[in-house]
């Protein structure tokens, strides 16, 4: 298996005008060094960006957090093609139908809270495999340079498996059925990270993993991040294995939806009491915190020994499309978290996000930026 890294030139310096990292005018495919070199990110006080509704307060912070080279939110997972088919129904056992329209974007819930971590201002890696085909190059484009602004030093590229992609046919209600295929995600990945993967993650402010790449690769970023000190939250979406033991001890918080939540407990979650009832059987298997999406009924936060935090949703003026809001949700309270706000903030901060996400068609083209979501919160007090 041939691997190729893809790169970004790395900059801090910082646009007065715009307030966003200077980024080059093209993006590089390095085909001679697949281990690209990377400035190690100091642990140190974090200095945060503010949740402020006033743009020239959070504007200032962003710059202040930059000049302090704050420890990076780090991505380790997925990136699909996402192929939408737009529908009216979903079809019945043995029967065609036609599509509306049919369109391709980038997407996989890795890359999607990525791109929601970059364009919410935060600095932002992604650690991923993609093929050498034209949905990679698709993807690569989207995340990087001329597009969220997400570092790639730590995507490989290869040439015997195929990019990830899944099959997105969205309902004429904005609610999405979703098929994947795994790809470059599970069969790219070597049996033992590199020391150059696990370094920027032992050194990043916070980590996120997801179930579409290989259980083994989740449970060695999570040990060496546990190790690190390095808070570590696991979005549940992916795979429908139960979950290895093994990983669930590393992680800081769990992050299911109330479906993936049900299944992972084999208990219900149709009210907030059964939902309470099947979070208790996560902390009981060593999950301290969990973080619950429950779609249009808003989101929770359980900490072991304490009352749930809930949060309402931030209704949207409509419902376009719903593929991507719990990546979008899960990054921005990552990016509010590793800032150093309340549970109620993050909270707030991430609702805010997830309905601005829904609004729009397609994952990565439906993240917001920061200063559409403090309008938003301004908005809604």
């Excluded at 899944?166 to 295929?181: E, R």
Aim: with cysteine; glycine share 8%; proline share 6%.
């Amino acid at each position: 298996m041939m691997t190729k890294g893809i790169s970004l030139y790395q900059s801090t310096n910082l646009n007065p005008t715009n307030i966003e990292f200077n980024r080059p005018n093209k993006l590089q495919i390095n085909t001679l060094n697949p281990n690209p070199t990377h400035s190690r990110f100091p642990r140190r006080p974090l200095r945060v960006l503010s949740l402020s509704v006033d743009p020239s307060a959070a504007n200032r912070n962003v710059k202040s957090a930059v000049e302090a080279h704050a420890p990076p939110l780090v991505v380790v997972g997925s990136a699909n093609a996402d192929i939408y088919v737009e529908i009216e129904r979903l079809p019945k056992e043995g029967e065609t139908i036609s599509a509306k329209t049919g369109q391709t974007l980038a997407g996989g819930k890795g890359a999607n809270q990525a791109a929601c971590g970059a364009k919410l201002m935060y600095p932002t890696y992604f650690v991923g495999r993609l093929g050498e085909d034209a949905h990679g190059k698709l993807i690569a484009e989207a995340l990087g340079d001329g597009g969220c602004g997400v570092h790639l030093d730590y995507v490989r590229s290869v040439d015997d498996e195929p990019t990830g992609h899944a099959v997105v046919m969205l309902q004429s209600d904005g609610q999405n059925s979703i098929i994947i295929v795994g790809g470059a995600n599970m069969k790219a990945w070597p049996e033992k990270m590199s020391d150059d993967d696990l370094e920027i993650v032992r050194n990043a402010g916070i980590v996120l993993l997801q179930r579409e790449i290989p259980d083994s690769i989740n449970i060695q970023v999570a040990k060496a991040v546990k190790k690190a000190g390095v808070p570590v939250i696991l979005d549940v979406g992916g795979m429908d294995t139960p979950i290895p033991n093994e990983l669930l001890d590393s992680v800081d918080i769990l992050s299911p939806n109330e479906t993936e939540l049900s299944r992972l407990t084999g208990m219900p979650t149709e009210s907030f009491e059964q939902i309470c009832q099947a979070v208790a059987k996560c902390h009981k298997l060593g999950v301290k915190q969990v973080l619950v999406k429950l779609g249009s009924k808003g989101s929770a936060l359980f900490i072991e020994g304490k009352n749930p935090i809930q949060q309402s949703i931030i209704p949207a003026a409509q419902v376009v499309d719903t593929t991507g809001a719990g990546d979008t949700f899960t990054a921005a309270f990552a990016v509010a978290m590793v800032e150093g706000k309340s549970h109620e903030e993050c909270l707030r901060f991430a609702a805010a996000a997830a309905s601005l996400c829904v609004q729009v068609k397609g994952a990565i083209p439906s993240m917001p930026d920061r200063t559409s979501v403090l309008k938003l919160l301004k908005s809604s007090i």
